[in-house]
């Protein structure tokens, strides 16, 4: 997309409707296998979590949520897969954006991808916001998951992980908003045209959540104040009223609970700060 069409799309005042209404926010812009991408707005500053998505895509669906590419501060890449990392060199390479991911992210990203390196474990501060790798179980070569924290909000996005492990429960404790994965469901997954290599790579300890994995990981950090977006579910081997059902129980555990898709991913929602 040339500059002068960049600017025709964006020079009206719809957009601004479309921004963020608070201090603080969570959104997705497109959730699945066909590419992902989470915004966090904290402290001021937007930060996009993973890009599978091609520059006119990325730009597209940053629109739908009253934002240009301009405004991320930073990408944060989880790991190499090419629905969370396709489009990330090139939306920062263009827009002059810094990019962090761990040291095997890094040097595992098709085409190699300049970023600062992060340790999984090891707070860092950027933009006034303390972010959090969280090491995950993925067949990636060094996989990190994020809880973004500033004025008092405490924001988690996690997916991609075969199973739920203690360190998991333990860093997302006490979060106010969380997109978190619901992969699939196993019967359908087992029944369905992967491949039985696929399906067990899917299925096994370093895959995605099932949509019963899903539901209990939530169970040990739900409270009262939780706001949850279910991403990452697959179009192929879930379905959403089954989905749906099995989250149902919780429901009564959080203070709200909607879901993520592939097209349209999901809108903002907001959270006050403390000064």
Not at 10 to 23: K, P, R
Not at 262 to 271: E, L, R, S, T, V
Request: include cysteine; glycine fraction near 10%.
């Amino acid at each position: 997309m040339s500059e002068l069409a960049e600017r025709q799309l964006f020079d009206n005042t719809e957009l601004q409707a479309l921004a963020l209404q608070g201090d603080a926010g969570i959104a997705s812009i497109g959730s699945g296998s066909k590419g992902n991408g989470t915004v966090v707005s904290l402290a001021g500053a937007n930060f996009l979590v993973d890009c599978g998505f091609s520059m006119r895509g990325t730009t597209a669906r940053l629109r739908n949520l009253g934002l240009r590419p301009g405004d991320i501060n930073a990408i944060f890449v989880s790991h190499e897969h090419s629905d969370h990392a396709s489009g990330v060199a090139a939306l920062a390479h263009k827009y002059s954006i810094p990019v962090f991911a761990s040291h095997g992210t890094r040097k595992s990203v098709k085409g190699g991808l300049h970023a600062n390196t992060l340790t999984p474990g090891q707070i860092l501060q950027v933009d006034g916001v303390d972010v959090l790798p969280v090491t995950v179980p993925h067949d990636a070569r060094e996989p990190t998951q994020f809880v973004f924290s500033a004025n008092g909000v405490r924001l988690g996005v996690l997916s991609d992980l075969g199973h739920c492990t203690p360190h998991v429960i333990e860093s997302y404790q006490q979060l106010d908003g969380l997109l978190m994965e619901a992969n699939h469901d196993r019967d359908l997954l087992f029944a369905g045209r992967y491949p039985p290599s696929v399906q067990r790579r899917v299925a096994g300890d370093l895959g995605h959540l099932s949509n019963e994995q899903a539901a209990m990981l939530l169970s040990h950090i739900a409270h009262p104040k939780l706001h949850v977006v279910i991403g990452h579910v697959s179009e192929q081997n879930n379905d959403l009223v089954k989905l749906a059902s099995i989250f149902e129980p919780l429901r009564s555990t959080v203070e709200s609970l909607e879901f993520a898709t592939q097209a349209d991913g999901h809108p903002w929602i907001a959270f006050s700060g403390q000064a």
